[in-house]
């Protein structure tokens, strides 16, 4: 479904990401975990194209995208759930929903994802007419993740979904995302919580300093003697 091959990234002359490939097959969640600063989020920014990297190739369905613009990457089916959700806060639930469902290919079947998406957040739908700045963080991402899958997507890319929730509505978070997962719907994972990543995905890489260090199933790097060390402290 996706690649990223050799790809160099930064801001100027710093350089983040240093010759990063890594694949995201069609059907399965890959996790991306690594600690602060090793290059997350200048992955996602990449891969949605809001920032040129100066070297290697995306692709994306078996083209190659890395001249595309922003605009044309949800066209092609890939959204993000960013970091820190960025709901549009003043607008209510229902207005942030139909937002997400703005694509040309989304807004033909708005209502049956629409009501598809009530039935798997039921707590959005009794508060739909309430502004998303009301709303517990936990309920935020739920709406982000929602606003996410009214663009019809065929890559969903959750950006710490875990940042800034309590354990128990990290639970409550992760285990929707366990549904979506189980409907076919491929995802790409990136997140602090190494053990919980570990635990949902097909296949984890691990980043640190802007290259893939470590990669295997989630079994294999739970074993790795220096993934529990610097991450799982044990």
């Known amino acids: 479904m996706f690649k990223m ?37 200048t992955i996602t920014r990449v891969i949605s194209k809001s920032l040129k990297p100066s070297g290697g190739k995306l692709i994306f369905d078996g083209q190659d995208y890395t001249a595309k613009q922003a605009h044309e990457v949800v066209e ?6 960013p970091e820190g959700r960025r709901l549009f806060s003043d607008m209510t639930i229902y207005e942030n929903l139909l937002v997400g469902s703005t694509c040309r290919h989304a807004k033909a079947e708005r209502e049956k994802t629409l009501k598809a998406i009530f039935e798997t957040f039921p707590r959005l739908e009794e508060r739909k007419e309430q ?34 929730l309590s354990p128990l509505m990290v639970q409550q978070v992760f285990s929707v995302v366990r549904k979506i997962k189980e409907s076919g719907m491929t995802i790409l ?6 053990k919980l990543s570990l635990s949902l995905c097909n296949y984890a890489y691990v980043l640190e300093n802007g290259r893939i260090v470590l990669q295997g199933t989630g079994e294999e790097l739970m074993d790795n003697e220096h993934l529990r060390k610097a991450y799982l402290g044990i």
């Open 5 to 41: 091959e050799n790809v160099t990234a930064g801001y100027g002359e710093v350089k983040v990401l240093k010759d990063v490939t890594f694949e995201v097959p069609d059907g399965q969640i890959i996790a991306l975990v690594g600690s602060n600063g090793a290059g997350k989020t």
């Open 76 to 81: 092609m089916g890939i959204v993000q759930v």
């Open 131 to 164: 502004k998303a700045k009301t709303l517990s963080g936990g309920e935020q991402q739920m709406l982000a993740i929602g606003r996410a899958l009214m663009a019809k997507p065929k890559m969903l890319i959750l950006d710490e979904p875990s940042l800034g």
């Open 189 to 194: 994972l990136i997140e602090q919580n190494v």
